[in-house]
């Protein structure tokens, strides 16, 4: 399909791995956007990219969070010494623009289900 | 600040029946958008409804409807006749204009339509 895709779909880990998230863009999109939805935090923005600009990082939790966006599509979050409040569903996201007053609808992919032993 | 309110965690409802989903939000900016996402139980988030600022026209489409109100800083979603495939998170959420594109979203709605 033509959608946004996230892989793997499951990720179960140990406390202290480390864990790579992939998202492929819908093909076109410049914008990328991470979420992670868990319980009793609801859906949270964690970091978004928009073409070649620096990415605004400012809703990852902490400096294990980390994030790439290599030739403008492929997106990869990376979480180092997993702890187990970051088990969630993390969600990616991708808009055809995300210039302000652009076309900003944000599609979203199935998401990774992490969850962190 | 920016914020969104969802008011009401669950709603269970009989098919039919028409059900209001409610949205209120706070921001300082002037321009805005404000989105409904539809959350089945598959889990991918679909989009609903992209709704600016400055239109506050009401929407149809279909058995959806929105209800925009600046005065009171409500994004109201009403589905009529309900039906079982409704059942879903649905969340509102708020994108401020000024080169932050995170969405702010509600905590969701969890709509349950029984037969």
Known sequence: ????????????????????????????????????????????FLIYFQ?????????????RF?????GGSVSTLTIQRTQQEDSAVYLCASSLTGLAGGLNEQFFGPGTRLTVL | AQKVTQAQTEISVVEKEDVTLDCVYETRDTTYYLFWYKQPPSGELV?????????????????????????????????TASQVVDSAVYFCALRVSGGYNK????????????P
Do not use: M
Request: proline residues 4%; hydrophobic residues 30%.
């Open chain 1, 1 to 44: 399909g033509a959608g946004v895709s996230q892989s793997p779909s499951n990720k179960v880990t140990e406390k202290g791995k480390d864990v790579e998230l992939r998202c492929d863009p819908i093909s076109g999109h410049t914008a990328l956007y991470w979420y992670r939805q868990s319980l009793g935090q609801g859906l949270e």
């Open chain 1, 51 to 63: 073409g070649n600009s620096a990415p605004d990082k400012s809703g990852l939790p902490s400096d």
């Open chain 1, 66 to 70: 980390s994030a790439e966006r290599t």
């Open chain 2, 47 to 79: 989009f609903l409804i992209r709704r600016n600022s400055f239109d506050e026209q009401n929407e149809i489409s279909g058995r959806y409807s929105w209800n925009f109100q600046k005065s009171t800083s409500s994004f109201n979603f009403t589905i």
């Open chain 2, 103 to 114: 969405l702010i979203f509600g905590a969701g709605t969890r709509l349950a339509v029984h």
